[in-house]
């Protein structure tokens, strides 16, 4: 019925509040509506308005004890640094911090 709405009118934002306030996060779909407005206010660059949201939906996970569906909110590793030389990741903790340079003798 949600999805079937959304199709429709292209309405996120109000699917994105209702999943928020019935705590609908631990399914997939749902999920991804919330992901979706959280994109477009990006986007829109209305970070304040993303923040509040963010802080609402956790601080209700919080009150109703709804562990497992705060994966939503993890956020996503955006920087893949790599060695220009050797192409190596340059992760913390990785093999590359643990192995010498190229032509470094130990």
Not at 50 to 76: F, M, V
């Amino acid at each position: 019925a949600a999805q079937g709405y959304i199709d429709r009118t292209a309405d996120v934002q109000s699917a994105s509040l209702l999943v928020g306030a019935c705590g609908l996060l631990s399914l997939a779909t749902p999920c991804r509506w919330l992901g979706l407005y959280r994109d477009l206010l990006n986007r829109w660059q209305l970070w304040h308005e993303r923040c509040a949201l963010d802080i609402a939906i956790s601080q209700r996970q919080r009150h109703a004890g709804d562990e497992g569906a705060k994966s939503w909110l993890r956020p996503l590793t955006q920087v893949h640094a790599r060695c220009s030389f050797c192409s190596t990741s340059l992760q913390t903790g990785g093999l590359a911090a643990r192995a010498p340079a190229r032509g470094v003798q130990p």
